[in-house]
């Protein structure tokens, strides 16, 4: 079954964590919907008392698999003596697909219950509720980022080796600020996923089949993508399994990971530090999924083969100097971990749509070109 095919009401979020706002009885929208004012402000009258959003103009719309809309909301006194802005990003699953996936309820258990938690700069966020019925609805209404006067990251925008070392930089004091802290412990947020123990990682590939399938008739992905894999594509799959197996039998202190971190889920604040802003993938994991996917993503395959190891060396001593212990070595890092995690970015890239709004096919030909150099496919067994 494909994402387009789910059951909408299937229960497919494990973990029925309470929603924050018992007195919302009625579900989230789900579908194709656009809200209102009168939605808008009902809903965070749920936790603003008395807020009444008095009219909405939605200023931009994306909608991929996630809807998005920066939005412009007159609110009444009690909604500006609450400090609501007038700009809002409203964040949630409207676009009539991937139902069959917990990513939106993840994201506002994330926001509401961890990002005041951590270290790392994080998007505001004003409102965050979900459904408790195992549909796995979310919704999260955050500050429009634009206002900060930074600006969005993009997968295909050329960082250079300064730049990606800075990001590095911002990338060890996300994952050191809750290293191996109570806080993210299953007894502690059972809400949380660990890292490829969860059908929306374990099973990505059989999930995206369909769209792993639309690019392979693509002539312009055919023409960078290794012939082996052509060949046969389902080695991306039995390849991804065995990463899988190899992080599940791996031993090491577990921190927050984005789960999707390239260059295209960053935000670039005015001084240059970057803030991770999409979090449906957020797990309690290991930084090496992170690290190898924003690294090898971000670098051309020249800048790569002359800088990797190094840029690995110095993102392992930023993590130290953030506070992070028992943190495995450098060889082992380079050796064991990111050539199997390229594994990650080919499957995720080979069922990217460039209509969701990242460009596909330079990060294809970086991560295929990685996995032959690094030897990704061998070392999980093909």
Not at 128 to 133: E, G, N, P, S, V
Request: hydrophobic letters at 40%.
């Amino acid at each position: 079954m494909n994402a387009a095919e789910a059951e909408p009401d299937a229960v497919i979020d494990r973990h029925l964590v309470a929603r924050p706002y018992p007195a919302r009885t009625t579900p989230l929208p789900h579908g194709r919907f656009t809200p209102d004012a009168e939605w808008l402000g009902s809903l965070m009258a749920h936790k603003y008392p008395g807020v009444v959003a008095q009219s909405m103009e939605v200023v931009q719309l994306f909608d991929s698999h996630t809807t998005k809309l920066r939005v412009a909301v007159e609110w009444n006194d009690a909604g500006k003596a609450a400090g609501l802005p007038r700009n809002l990003c409203i964040k949630s699953n409207w676009s009539g697909m991937f139902d069959n996936v917990d990513i939106h309820a993840l994201e506002a258990r994330f926001y509401h219950f961890l990002t005041s938690e951590m270290t790392a700069n994080t998007a505001t966020c004003y409102y965050a509720d979900w459904d408790d019925d195992g549909s796995a609805r979310g919704v999260i209404v955050l500050e429009d980022l634009n206002e900060r006067g930074g600006k969005f990251g993009h997968s295909t925008q050329h960082a250079g080796v300064d730049g990606v070392a800075s990001a590095l930089a911002d990338l060890a004091k996300l994952h050191a600020g809750l290293w191996d802290s109570p806080l993210i412990t299953p007894d502690a947020a059972p809400w949380l996923p660990t890292s490829m123990h969860i059908p929306v990682d374990y099973d990505q590939v059989r999930i995206m089949w369909h769209w792993i399938g639309e690019n392979l008739k693509d002539p312009n992905f055919r023409a960078i993508a290794p012939q082996h894999y052509l060949d046969d594509p389902r080695r991306v799959e039995r390849a991804y399994d065995r990463l899988v197996d190899f992080e599940r039998a791996f031993d090491a202190p577990y921190c927050i990971i984005l789960g999707d971190c390239h260059q295209g889920n960053t935000y670039m604040l005015p001084n240059g530090e970057r803030m991770w802003v999409d979090w449906q993938l957020g797990r309690r994991g290991r930084p090496w999924r992170d690290l190898t996917y924003f690294t090898v993503g971000s670098l051309t395959i020249e800048e790569r083969r002359h800088s990797h190891r190094d840029l690995i060396a110095h993102y392992r001593d930023c993590l130290i100097k953030e506070g992070a212990t028992n943190v495995i070595d450098l060889d082992t890092i380079w050796n064991e971990q990111i050539p199997r995690w390229v594994m990650y970015g080919i499957q995720a890239w080979v069922a990217n749509m460039d209509h969701w709004g990242q460009n596909g096919l330079p990060m294809n030909e970086r991560f295929f070109v990685a996995g032959e150099d690094l030897h990704s496919w061998t070392l999980l067994g093909e």
